[in-house]
């Protein structure tokens, strides 16, 4: 039998996807949803919002960063038959999509978020919080993310590892 093309409406009927695509939505509003939007909202409370050029251009990198995020869900639940959460992490390795490109998409998703927010307020403040952000991010992916991607996935990981860089690869 031939690999049919799969379609959207056919995955969501599907009930072991719904229930990926739950715990997702319920870890992105919790872990990404605090760290993209609900600090950046505490930081900005009470800042005046000037619409200008370079905010409108923060708002592009929001949707941008929004919309990458989306994307790597769905190759968690699709490709890799999990979840974001450490605790449903994907069962296999997920390659595909903008994984082709940087091995931390979600990672760059979120960052591009505070950097949206950084212009949209023009904030110092806002700025500072991105730059401790990414420096946890790189803590987090070289102590545990990577060593323990090594333990599960093995060669395959570690033959991903070599082709494609942890943060942006142009040209693969």
């Known amino acids: 039998m031939k690999n049919q093309p799969v379609s959207t409406f056919s995955l969501l009927r599907n009930k072991k996807t719904v229930i990926l695509f739950l715990k997702s939505l319920i870890f992105t509003l919790i872990v990404p949803g605090s760290v993209a939007v609900l ?8 800042t005046r919002l000037n619409i200008t050029w370079v ?19 769905w ?3 699709t490709s890799g ?3 974001p959460a450490p605790i449903d992490a994907p069962k296999y390795l997920v390659v595909k999509g903008l994984y082709h490109f ?14 949206g927010w950084v212009l949209l307020y023009t904030s110092l403040v806002m700025l500072f919080y991105g730059i401790f952000v990414a420096f946890c991010f790189q803590m987090l992916i070289i ?6 991607l090594q333990q599960i996935f ?12 942890r943060w ?3 040209i693969n």
Request: hydrophobic residues 45%.
């Open 143 to 148: 102590f545990y993310e990577e060593p323990k």
């Open 39 to 46: 600090v950046p909202h505490l930081i900005s409370e009470g």
């Open 75 to 77: 190759d968690f639940i």
């Open 102 to 115: 940087t091995r931390n998409p979600m990672y760059a998703a979120v960052l591009l978020v505070i950097l």
């Open 55 to 73: 905010s409108l251009f923060g708002i592009i990198l929001i949707c941008s960063g929004l919309a990458i995020y989306c994307r790597c869900i």
């Open 81 to 83: 038959k999990g979840t």
């Open 168 to 170: 942006v690869s142009l």
């Open 154 to 165: 093995g060669v395959d990981y570690m033959a991903y590892k070599n082709t494609v860089n």
